[in-house]
């Protein structure tokens, strides 16, 4: 038998005549692999990164032992791991028919108004972790998805529609800013008690079921018709005002000349005007008995 030392990263085959050099050799190579395999998760698994708008939670064997903020960090391999929280604004988008936000999309929310009518409520709603809350989120809820559906759209939902309650399907629409402040303030005081920010909240849209829409176009449209006729009338008042001023001016106009025709002679006057205002030109003929005119026979 030939016998030859084999060193550590000897991998070459030999010959023999058993074959269990070779057979050394293949196991060599797959503990070598491992050792390699365990170095690079151990060297690549010792640190990592937080970006920005993000927040680090440690944990050893799952329990939060700190917080690592944004930048390069260390921790121990298979002992310790660091999990992200967004702290960035999230968008969440309750609008069947629009297109805000980012990744959701939710249907509308259905809510009753005062009067009992079913309403289809649009909303938008930008909020962020409060990073300093951080560690209470992650302890309760892990994740940024579960403390969103399990926290902040209840919230939403609740809020939207307790609101509407409060005003009649009418005034949804009449006073619609006032309804979207209401919201909003009780968003951000709750939103606040639960850890979180919020940013931004806008009403997208109301949609009402179509025999009420029908029913606040008709009631929309009488009012346009009565308010064109009042307008109408209001008009046909004006005119007539000015007819019955412009006949007041006109008397009174007659009155003054009136008065100054008597102050100057009476009739001498009237004849004298009428004498200027005379083409000279005599009738062709004349009613028996009349005066031919302008002429004072006596």
Sequence with gaps: MENKKVGMFDYVKSRTSYGSVEILRVGKIFIHALIGIIFLFLFF?????????????????????????????????????VNILDTKTRTINYDKNGNEGDTRD????????????????????????????AENIFNQYRTNENFESNVIEPIIRETVKS???????????????????????????????????LERFSITNFEFSKAFSAAIEAKVTAVQTAEAAKNKLEQVKFE????????????EAIKIQA????????????????????????PTYMMSGSMVPFINLK
């Design 45 to 81: 698994g010792s640190f990592g990164s937080v970006a920005a708008g993000e927040i680090g939670i440690r944990t050893r064997f799952s329990k939060v032992t700190g917080i690592v903020n944004q930048g390069l960090y260390f921790k121990i391999p298979a002992i310790e791991h």
């Design 163 to 197: 609101v509407s309650a409060q005003y009649t399907a009418e005034e949804l629409v009449t006073k619609r800013l006032e309804y979207s402040d209401k919201v909003s303030a009780l968003l951000s005081e709750r939103f606040l008690s639960k850890d979180s920010i």
């Design 106 to 133: 939710s249907s509308s929310l259905t809510g009753a108004s005062k009067d009992l009518q079913d309403v289809s409520i649009g909303v938008m709603v930008n909020y962020k972790l409060d990073a300093q809350k």
């Design 259 to 282: 008065s100054a025709i008597n102050s100057q002679g009476g009739a001498d006057y009237v004849q004298l005007q009428a004498i200027k205002a005379w083409k000279g030109e005599v």
């Design 240 to 251: 007539a005002q000015q007819t019955v001023e412009k006949a007041k001016a006109d008397a």
